[in-house]
């Protein structure tokens, strides 16, 4: 797989720094353009925004729609008084408008606040990513389920904001599903069993670290067979707390205007 360079104009350029919080991004192409699509940008209020997505459709096509897609998210984020469900809700409306047929795309779109250490987000139909949160001996695992439909699938289409509270030790992981679609030459996948796996045992390293371990190990079992799909994987490990006090990973609806 031909690994991101700085020439990628559809890769963040920069990795703001956020108090507290140590993150990191990869992406893996499988062909000559990507239909993958990872975001990441500072906010007004000094928060985090996250995007992961994933676009269907012919090559070409699908490059371009997550280029758009990009686009799209970043120049109405900065309208700070949309919410991130009207934020998805507008995005899938200006999707369809421009997508060919049986074009779809997932997207998840996440903001996170080191102060009160509270990730909000909308799933658009997305492979649900998770907080990994480890309890004495154990991990328990938080998945950020979708709250609405893929992009493009559907008219007028309406999406649900939750949140999710982070505190020290916790691990966000967003990734796409070729990661766990990644074949040996027996046609056996890699699956989501080694991919836990994988991320449990690195948990303790740097966000970059986590991210190298999981790419390694997953083109390692390949074993040199062709790649099916894009590859991206997103990392957040939070090092520290800035808010007053400490917060339960609880997963619930957030009403926002």
């Not at 056996?188 to 390293?205: C, I, M, N, S, Y």
Request: charged share 25%; glycine share 8%; proline share 7%.
């Amino acid at each position: 797989m031909t690994p991101t360079t700085s020439h990628d104009r559809t890769f963040p350029p920069t990795r703001p720094i956020i108090p507290g919080l140590d993150y990191f991004g990869d992406r893996r192409t499988a062909q000559s353009v990507n239909r993958d699509y990872i975001d990441y940008f500072a906010t007004g209020q000094g928060n985090l925004g996250l995007a992961v997505g994933d676009v269907s459709g012919k090559e070409v096509s699908a490059a371009l729609l997550g280029s758009s897609m990009r686009s799209m998210t970043r120049a109405l984020r900065a309208m700070r008084s949309l919410s991130l469900k009207t934020l998805m809700r507008t995005v899938d409306k200006l999707f369809s408008r421009i997508s060919p047929d049986k074009c779809y795309a997932t997207l998840f779109l996440g903001e996170y606040d080191p102060t009160s250490g509270r990730l909000r987000y909308v799933n658009a139909g997305h492979e649900p990513p998770f907080v990994l949160r480890k309890r004495g001996e154990h991990f328990h695992t938080v998945f950020l389920e979708p709250g609405g439909p893929l992009l493009g699938m559907i008219r007028e289409s309406s999406y649900r904001e939750s949140v999710v509270s982070l505190q020290p030790g916790d691990v966000l992981v967003a990734y796409t599903d070729g990661l766990c679609e990644t074949a040996n030459p027996a046609g056996e996948e890699w699956g989501w069993p080694r991919f836990l796996k994988t991320v449990e045992d690195a948990a303790d390293q740097r966000a970059r670290d986590i991210v190298a371990d999981v790419m390694l190990s997953s083109q390692a079992f390949a074993g040199g067979a062709p790649p099916r799909d894009d590859v991206t994987l997103f990392v957040g490990r939070v090092e520290q707390s800035v808010a007053d006090s400490p917060h339960e990973a609880v997963e619930h609806p957030l009403v926002a205007a």
